[in-house]
């Protein structure tokens, strides 16, 4: 059975542009969540959808933001990039919308802002 | 809040020496919790978890057991090898939906032979 996957591995932007993210879930899952692993900051969570509606928001500015789509895929948009957002950007999913279900995690995708 | 507390890092160990990562949480109610792994360059793997108190994760040779006496998810595994080298994560979940996964902030093991 196919994991989480995420696109692009790397991606590499200059302050101000924006970011697109992209991520897959597992076949039959329907619930997305994404995190951000800064260095020295952890692991913070980020946005979680389901059902095509995002549930839930940690505590990150509005440039941040996504959407899910029909087949449950996700995007993560960031906006006005700023050199702090440098940081590794992991999907998970789970099943239905509980919020409560095991979370499974892709590779990430590594953003660097120059 | 609620919160996880793992013990700081690196922790550098010899082939098939005993393992053991310390996970203490703060939390309302009954979390699950959750032992993930990171391998370099890696995403995140579950590696086991307990959904109450009293249950024992187990999965590769690591167990940890859920003790709410202690709000402790402590890490053992009897004989690491240098594949195990990697940062552990220990995570709780609060059980009532739009909670997110809480971590504490990783502990890095280095298995040499």
């Known amino acids: 059975e196919a994991g989480v996957t995420q696109s692009p591995t790397h991606l590499i932007k200059t302050r101000g542009q924006q970011a697109t993210l992209r991520c897959s879930p597992i076949s039959g899952h329907t619930s997305v969540y994404w995190y951000q692993q800064a260095l020295g900051l952890g692991l913070q969570f980020l946005l979680w959808?389901?059902?095509?509606?995002?549930?839930n928001r940690g505590n990150f500015p509005p440039r941040f933001s996504g959407r899910q789509f029909p087949n449950y895929s996700s995007e993560l948009n960031v906006n006005a990039l700023e050199l702090e957002d440098s940081a590794l950007y992991l999907c998970?999913?789970?099943?239905?919308?509980?919020?409560?279900?095991?979370?499974?995690f892709g590779p990430g995708t590594r953003l660097t802002v120059l | 809040g609620d919160s996880v507390t793992q013990m700081e890092g690196p922790v550098t160990l010899s082939e098939e020496a005993f393992l053991t990562i310390n996970c203490t949480y703060t939390a309302t109610g009954y979390p699950s919790l959750f032992w993930y792994v990171q391998y370099p360059g890696e995403g995140l793997q579950l590696l086991l978890k307990?959904?109450?108190?009293?249950d024992k994760g187990s999965n590769k040779g690591f167990e940890a057991t859920y003790r709410k006496e202690t709000t402790s998810f402590h890490l053992e595994k009897g004989s690491v090898q240098v594949s195990d080298s990697a940062v552990y994560f220990c995570a709780l979940m609060a059980n009532q939906a739009g909670t997110a996964l809480i971590f504490g902030k990783g502990t890095t093991l280095s298995v040499s032979s």
């Open positions: 998970a999913s789970s099943f239905g919308g509980s919020g409560t279900d095991t979370q499974y």
């Open positions: 307990a959904t109450k108190a009293d």
């Open positions: 959808y389901d059902e095509g509606e995002e549930r």
